[in-house]
């Protein structure tokens, strides 16, 4: 199984509004990803959780909010978000941080922020 | 400075031919290239990684390069067919910190025509 699987796939929010977007992996990876990506652009990074520690934010404003309750899931918490946060938000994992086999990334949510 | 950049941004082909999709890097230190497709509004999939000491990697019609002098990679598509419309990220990485950071490249679109 080399299956990222991400909800919801697409989501509405005002900017009062509080969500979470959800991440799930079962290939055993030490290593997870947020990466926010805009139309026609590439991906950038935000988080990265290693051994389920975050590791590295990538200076993402605090109205994004990680959480990894175990190394199969990631959470992103939403809070007062942007119209300009609207994006395709994916995630990733691969084996280890350091590892130079394959990033497998999700479908992807994408969310619109009214 | 990291960067990835990819030639051409867009590329239109008639079903059944070939293409070729190029891409120069500056990445220190370097670990990885991959190239990754696409599906509007889908996370990556990844098509092939290679270190530098690969020249070069089939994954069924897609055929990559790796020129580590040049700092050069190309994608060979053959027998090109509709699905493979998409857009094809080059991307570089980069060993640093315990971190394997991916550096994407703007990406080529690719639209096969029947």
């Known amino acids: 199984d080399t299956e990222v699987t991400q909800t919801p796939k697409h989501l509405v929010m005002g900017m009062t509004n509080k969500k979470s977007l959800k991440c799930e992996q079962h290939m055993g990876h030490r290593a997870m990803y947020w990466y926010k990506q805009k139309a026609k652009k590439p991906p950038e990074l935000m988080f990265v959780y290693s051994y389920e520690k975050l590791s590295i934010n990538e200076s993402v404003p605090s109205r994004f909010s990680p959480e990894c309750p175990n190394s199969s899931l990631l959470n992103l918490h939403l809070h007062a978000l942007q119209p300009e946060d609207s994006a395709l938000y994916l995630c990733a994992s691969s084996q280890t941080p350091s590892s130079t086999d394959t990033q497998y990334f999700g479908p992807g949510t994408r969310l619109t922020v009214l | 400075k990291n960067q990835v950049e990819q030639s051409p941004q867009s590329l239109i082909i008639l079903e059944g031919k070939n293409c070729t999709l190029q891409?120069?890097?500056?990445?220190?230190?370097?670990?990885?290239l991959r190239w990754y497709k696409q599906d509007t509004g889908r996370g990556p999939v990844s098509l092939t990684i290679?270190?530098?000491?690969?020249n070069t990697k089939s994954n069924g019609r897609y055929t990559a390069t790796l020129d580590a002098d040049t700092k050069q990679s190309s994608l060979h598509i053959t027998a090109s067919q509709l699905s493979d419309s998409a857009s094809y990220i080059c991307v570089g990485s980069s060993l640093s910190g315990g971190y394997n950071k991916l550096i994407f490249g703007a990406g080529t679109r690719l639209a096969v025509h029947p």
């Open positions: 891409c120069n890097y500056t990445v220190s230190p370097f670990s990885n």
């Open positions: 290679m270190t530098f000491s690969e």
